[in-house]
Each structure stands twice: as C-alpha cells, then as structure tokens.
C-alpha cells in the first residue's frame, strides 16, 4: 500500500526528515511515537501534499503510484486522508457543504454516481451515530468556534464518512476527554478491514489501549529509529526514549 | 473655462430650465464652469484619474428613443420580491416599466421632474441641502442636471415594508451617454424603508453616469439603503451619497460594486443629533483593469452617535481599488463610538490596492477602532480544502466566496442577500461550482 524509502525532506534550509523508511500493507495500523519535534507532523504533511517542503530524496509509492506527483486533492481522491493535529478553522465554508463536495469529487474520480441530498444526508446520519457528532456542529463553519475536542472529532466524522483506503491521524487522542477517545477510538476500529490501512501518530499509550496498533515505530530526529510490536509501546511508556535513542546512536 | 466641458454646457442650453429650480441649475453650471473636472493634485482624489471622463465628449441626448422589454428587466428583479418599482432607461423615466400607483398613505415615490412641480414645498426645503455642490465638481454637475431621479417622502410614523427597488438601466447608449440621476429621499420623524438603488448596464458600452443621492432622516427614522453598482465594465460611474441625520435615527448603507471601468462611491454621513446611528458595509469586486474607488466620511457632529463601517475588496488582474473612510469627531461630541474596518483580498499579484482610514478627534471621551488588513488566500486553508479533495480552483474560488460573503450573510433580508450572494458568485471564476456548493 504504502512504501516510504530514504525520505528526506526540508523547510527551508532545515533538514527535518533525514533518511525515513516505511513500509504499510494493506489491512495494518501503524503507531507512530517519537519525542516533540521529531518530525511525524512534517510525514504527515508530506504525505499529505502540503506544500512548502522539499523533498530531497527518496521516494514515497502509493498503491503503485508515485504519491510526491500528485496534488493534494489527487492524494485525497486516491483515498489518502489526514486528520490535522491542528485543524484549521474556515470561517464561511459550511462544514457539510465541505463534505458533500469531497465525497462526490472522491466518488467521481472513482466512476461512481455523485450522490444526491437524500442519499448523502443517510450516509451523514449514519455515520454522525458512529462519532457520535453533535448535529448544530455540522452546519456551522468549518471548526469555527470548535473546542479542541470537537474539532479532533470532525476529522474523525469526515474520514468515517470518506472512507479513506490510508488514513493518517497526526494525535487525534491529544486534546481529547476519555469519553471521546474511547468514541474517536472505535470510529477508527469501526473503519478497519483488510483493505484499509491507518497511521496513528500519538504520545501515548492509551490509545493503542483502544486501537491495537499492528506495528510500533519510534521517529527521532528525522528517522525511524526503533520498529516493534505493540509492547514496544508499553516500553516506551515505562521507559521514554532515551534509551532507543542510545541505541541507535 | 475650460474647453473640455463644452458639451455639457451644449446639453445645459438645450435643457428647458424655466421652473422655480432654474437658478440654482444655472449657479450649479456656474461652478462646474469654474472648477472643472477634479485632478489628481486634489487630496480628494489623489488616487483616481478621472481624465478618461474628461476627454469623452459625453452627452444626455439621447437620439433615439431605446426600449427595454419586460423580460429583460425581470433578469435582473429581485425574485419573488413585492416591491414598489422605479425604472430609468438611460436617465429617463419609464412610467411604462414603473409601479407607481397605489402606494400606501403617507409614501410618496414619483420621478424627480414630477416631484418639482407636485411637491415644490418638500423639495425647496431639502434638494440640494446635503449634498454640497462645493464638495465635488460632479456634485455640482448633477444638480445643474436634476430633472430625473426619483423622489421619496415617508411621512411621519410611516413603515413602508415592501422595498423601493430603483432601477437605473443602461442600454444602447450609442457610446456617448451622460446621465445624472438625482435622487431625495426625505424620512419624516418614526418612519420606516428599504431602498434599493442599482445602477445596470445592460451591454458592454461605455457611458457615463453621475448619480447623486439626498437622504434626510428625521428623529428615531429608520432607512436601509442598498446600492448595487452593475455598470457596463466599460462604464464610469461616479456616485455621491449624502444622509443627514436626526435624533436616534438609524441609517444602514450597503454599497456593492462589481461593474464600471472607472468607478468612484462617495458616502457623507452626518450624525447631526444625539443618538444617530449609521451603519456603512461595502463589498467591491473587481478585475481586468477596472479602477474602484470607495470614499466615505462620517461627520460625529453630537454626542452619543455610533459609526461602524465594514468595507471588502476582492481585487484580482490588474484592477486598482481605494479605499478611503475619513471619521471626524466634532469638538464637545462626546461618548462616541466610531468601528471602521476595510479587509482586502489580492487574487492577483498585478492588482493594487490604497487603503487608508483617517481620523480626526475634537473631543476626548471617545472610542474610536479602525484597521485595514490586506492578503492573500489563506495557504493552511487552501490546503485542508484539498486534503479533502476539493479542487485548487474550486477551494480557490470558496474560500474567495467566503471572503465577501462575510459581509453579504449580514443582511438580514433574505431577497436581497440571495440576490447578492447570486451577484458575488457570479464574479469569480468557478462559478458554477461554488453555486453547486451552496444551494442547497
Ligand atoms: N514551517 C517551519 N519552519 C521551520 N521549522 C519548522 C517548520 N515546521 C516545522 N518545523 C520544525 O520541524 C521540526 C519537526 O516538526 P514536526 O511538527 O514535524 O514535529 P512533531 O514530531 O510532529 O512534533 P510534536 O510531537 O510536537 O507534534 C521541529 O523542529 C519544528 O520546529
Ligand atoms: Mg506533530
């Protein structure tokens, strides 16, 4: 699915991404952990397509293709979503607006019928049970006036209704209550199958409590230092990262 | 004198200028005579060069009689909207196309030229009181003119519901059109109206309008005033607004502007008596090489008055747009409020903006706000509109939607904020799309 090798990538003149390997198949849900700074914001966005960064070298294969070619928009109609780790707020663009015209420029690009009012209000009614969205939340503006806990919320109503094939959450648990991990949680589970493949970026264990990561990685300073199975994580937790970052050193 | 007036002065001696107004046209010609067109050494009008006004040979003669047909005017009705109607073509009247009768008691709406002979009492009292032919040549240059333009009277304690719609129509204008469309409208003490004034142009000619506007609000009167401003883009307009305000009375302006080659708006507020509200928002649009230039002047003449004025600007190709909001706060009107705020959008690196809010405090009690922003579209926003797969245009354009319709969504009459959103979305370049995006 996903086939990330020797990735470097720079914000002017400063190198953030130093030689980044990854590897996702279809089906698994990797962590991403990794001290502040790292750089797994800066893999997100790349993979996103925002722009601003050059990448240096290294290649990125999506599904066979070549993801760095394409637009963001490419990416999303190609089934790539990212969950902002800060989403931004778009005061007068109506959040249902907004995720009617990506479900139906998705569903074009596929060869499929756009769907009309009737049919996207179902599959929006449906889903919003799933996250458990507050209804006045959906026709405002995009986030305008959201909490942080409801804006982490809409990035996980907007995936669940496009149902993304590789899904990067850049820490949708920071800022949330324990309530709306455990919803946020089995809305991620809820969209897992084998054909589907999640990236968490997250600093704590406790969402993997929820969503039983398949790989854990640790990204410092530009690399993956550090891949292991979920205990890894349980480690870390115990331990930090000083002592991978000894290890690898 | 100069030479280039010439043909107006031609158009002032065929004009038949024999009622009880005949001298203060004649004086008004005299002073146009004297000053002549403005120039840009003027503070006034530093940035905008009306030369290109100046050296057409523009006329209000118009050869041939030029019909309009109703289908052609209900493109551009307001629909489903019962409102009491006023149509011009090129500067003349239209009684045809106009709804004039059965209007209700205590509203008088009847073409400027009727209204010097029906309500000469009215008119002697407050035509040419606020608008000050001193201020601006054009000024002058109307009044020398005022024969058609539409008069409104409510009386006293009079709410008017259904919308004045005045229709200023463009057509077939030969290239050389002049008109000066001069219009009153005077508020008696607790009444109540919606006005709207557009100005069209119905082809791409070039013309010249020059349109000047008297608003006289008594105590605790209420007038909201639209202006649409859909000229010819070959066109210039100049338009002149002046409202003088009574106790507690409440003036609300909305001012678009979209169309015109060469465009000049003017708003005079004068906050005459204690407790005077006005409210001043202006959207323009432009693109190509239009040249918009928006000048507004509230005078804080007493205390306890209130201004805030909200002004965008969408500029995109090599289109210039001023933005000038001068607030004067007299000696002793204290306990003022004055919130000015002009936001502009630059879609295009060859598009210019001069934005410049002035203020002038007399008195010391005072709050006063003012703030000019310009920019770019927002890049975080234009990208989270793509990761959720919204085109680049598209995005592009919505976000340039939302922009201006921050302004429009604040009009709190539907028909006319539809209408207008319709007009906003119809400028940009994905038009279809964002209209896929919103109706609904
Ligand atoms: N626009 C920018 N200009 C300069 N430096 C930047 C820019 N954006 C990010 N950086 C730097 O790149 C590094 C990696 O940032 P990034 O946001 O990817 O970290 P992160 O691993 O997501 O951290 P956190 O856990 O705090 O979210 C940081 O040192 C950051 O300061
Ligand atoms: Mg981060």
């Given at each position: 699915?996903l ?12 190198e ?6 990854l ?24 993979l ?12 990125v ?6 993801l ?34 990506a479900?139906?420029a ?11 009012a ?42 669940s209704?496009?149902e ?51 790989h ?22 115990e331990?930090?990262?000083?002592w ?6 | ?13 065929r ?8 001298n ?60 009491i ?14 709804s004039l ?24 009292k ?42 200023y ?12 469309p001069?219009?009153?409208i005077v ?57 003088m ?10 001012s ?29 649009m ?30 995109n ?16 009107a ?10 502009n ?11 410049k ?17 310009v920019?770019?579209?927002d ?34 009459f ?27």
């Open positions: 699915m086939n990330i090798q020797d990735l470097h990538a720079k914000i002017g003149n400063k953030i991404l130093k030689g980044l390997n590897s996702v198949n279809a089906g698994e849900v990797h962590a991403i952990m990794g001290p502040n700074g790292s750089g797994k914001s800066t893999l997100a966005n790349v996103a397509g925002r722009n601003g960064y050059d990448v240096t070298k290294g290649t294969e999506y599904e066979g293709k070549d760095l070619e394409l637009a963001p928009e490419e990416r999303a109609w190609a089934g790539v979503f990212l969950a902002f780790q800060y989403p931004v707020e778009i005061p007068g663009v109506n959040n249902v607006y907004l995720l009617k015209a479900v139906n998705v569903r074009k690009y596929r060869g499929q019928t756009e769907l009309d009737v049919e996207f209000l179902g599959l929006i009614k449906e889903k919003m049970k799933i996250v458990k969205m507050k209804e006045d939340l959906l026709n405002r503006s995009v986030n305008e006036g959201f909490s942080g806990g409801e804006k982490k919320r809409n990035e996980i109503f907007q995936m209704v496009l993304p094939k590789l899904a990067i959450l850049d820490e949708t648990d920071s800022g949330l209550d324990i309530d709306a991990l455990k919803i946020v949680s089995e809305g991620v589970n809820s969209l897992r199958n084998e054909e589907r493949s999640i990236i968490l970026v997250t600093h704590y264990q406790r969402l993997l409590d929820y969503i039983k990561p398949d854990v990685h640790v990204l410092s300073n530009g690399k993956i230092i550090k891949s292991g199975g979920p205990d890894l994580a349980l480690e870390l937790e331990k930090g990262y000083d991978i970052k000894e290890e690898a050193a | 004198m100069s030479t280039d007036i010439q043909n107006y002065i031609s158009d002032f001696d004009l038949k200028n024999d009622d009880w107004f005949a203060s046209r004649q004086s008004a010609l005299n002073l146009f005579k004297d000053t002549g067109f403005p120039n840009s050494r003027l503070e006034n009008w530093k940035y905008t060069d009306v030369r290109p006004i100046k050296k057409k040979s523009f006329s209000n003669v118009t050869e041939a009689a030029v019909s309009v047909s109703t289908e052609e005017i209900n493109t551009i009705r307001f629909d489903g909207l019962d409102c109607e006023v149509v011009f073509i090129n500067g003349v009247f239209s009684k045809e196309h106009s009768d059965d209007l209700d008691n205590g509203l008088v709406v009847e073409n400027m030229l009727d209204a010097l002979s029906n309500d000469q009492d009215l008119l002697a407050h035509l040419t009181k606020y608008a000050d032919d001193k201020v601006s040549p054009f000024t002058a240059l109307n009044t020398a003119f005022i024969q058609n333009g539409t008069f409104i009277n409510v009386s006293a304690n009079t709410v008017i519901e259904k919308p004045i719609n005045i229709l129509l463009a057509k077939d204008s030969n290239g050389s059109l002049a008109t000066h001069r219009n009153l508020m008696g003490e607790g009444s109540e109206a919606t006005v709207i004034e557009s100005y069209i142009g119905l082809d791409d000619a070039n013309y010249f309008t020059n349109a000047v506007t008297e608003v006289a609000l008594s105590s605790s009167a209420i007038l909201k005033h639209y202006k649409i401003q859909q000229e010819s883009l070959n066109a210039y307009h100049i338009g002149n607004l002046n409202v305000q009574g106790k507690d009375s409440k003036f609300e302006s909305h678009i502007s979209l169309g015109g080659a060469l465009v000049r708006n003017d708003i005079h507020g004068q906050l005459a008596a204690e407790g005077a509200e006005i409210i001043m928002n202006g959207l323009y432009t693109g190509d090489k239009q040249h918009v230039d928006n000048h507004t002047r509230v005078d804080h003449l007493k205390p306890h008055t209130l201004s805030t004025e909200n002004y965008r600007g969408v500029l190709g090599k289109s210039r747009a001023v933005f000038n909001g001068k607030v004067i706060v007299h000696k002793d204290q306990k003022i409020e004055a919130h000015q705020n002009n936001a959008l630059l879609l295009s690196d060859d598009a210019e903006i001069d934005t809010p002035e203020l002038e405090i007399y008195a010391d009690d005072v709050k006063c706000t003012h703030g000019a922003t920019g770019q579209l890049q975080n926003m234009l990208f989270y509109l793509r990761s959720r797969a919204i085109d680049e245009e598209t995005a592009r354009s919505l976000l340039t939607y939302a922009f201006a319709d921050e302004l429009i969504s604040n009009i709190n539907a028909p006319i904020r539809n209408r207008l959103e319709r007009l906003v979305i119809g400028q940009l370049p994905d038009a279809a799309l964002i209209r896929e995006f919103t109706n609904e």
